[in-house]
């Protein structure tokens, strides 16, 4: 059995795909994502609908509807992290240390502990690790920046985090 890390230091700069990401997550699983989802879903099943009546102009219509839906929508959220990425808070790196106590971030002249009593939620992605506090602030951690400390940071996350609140993949894809 492998022994568990006292400390975990990375140094994480988020690059344009973690933020796409995390903006994704945030955006589709929140009400206003969902609701987009179905109106895609509506208005697919309408130019299905139309299609089948040989309605062609309002089949083109739906369809073109459910397509900037699906397709629009995450166009938009890249361009906007295309922007997001020259601003200062996005290029500086940032500190994280796991210990026993919680999390430590530094950053510029900037340190903040987040004990690990006021992490309420842990969730892995394809690529980025998703830690929230209790202010429902994010921690945005790119799972290729954590290297080969992922294991150990995910197990000092799930010893220290309630069970129900962590919903995290062991092996991840580290890009």
């Keep these: 059995m492998e022994k568990e890390k ?5 140094q994480i700069t988020l690059d344009a795909e973690a933020i796409t990401e ?5 955006i589709y699983t929140g009400g206003a994502g969902i609701a ?18 040989r309605e062609w102009f309002m089949m083109l219509l739906f369809a ?16 906007r992290v295309s922007v997001l990425q ?21 950053a510029a002249e900037r340190e903040k502990r987040v004990p690990w009593e006021n992490v309420k939620k842990a969730v892995s992605r394809k690529h980025i690790l998703i830690l929230y506090d209790e202010k429902k602030h994010a921690m945005v951690l790119p799972i290729s ?29 580290r890009r």
């Design 6 to 10: 006292k400390e975990i230091w990375a």
């Design 22 to 26: 995390f903006m994704m997550y945030q």
């Design 36 to 53: 987009v989802l179905a109106l895609g879903a509506l208005n697919a099943g309408l130019a299905v609908a139309f299609g089948i009546r």
């Design 64 to 79: 073109v509807f459910a397509l900037l839906l699906f397709f629009g929508f995450p166009a938009v959220i890249k361009n």
């Design 86 to 106: 020259g601003q200062k808070k996005f290029v500086k790196p940032v500190e994280y240390i796991f210990d026993q106590e919680g999390i430590r971030t530094m």
């Design 145 to 173: 920046q954590l290297g080969d400390d992922y294991g150990a940071a995910v197990d000092m996350i799930t010893a220290h985090v309630p069970q129900a609140a962590v919903s995290i993949r062991k092996s991840q894809d």
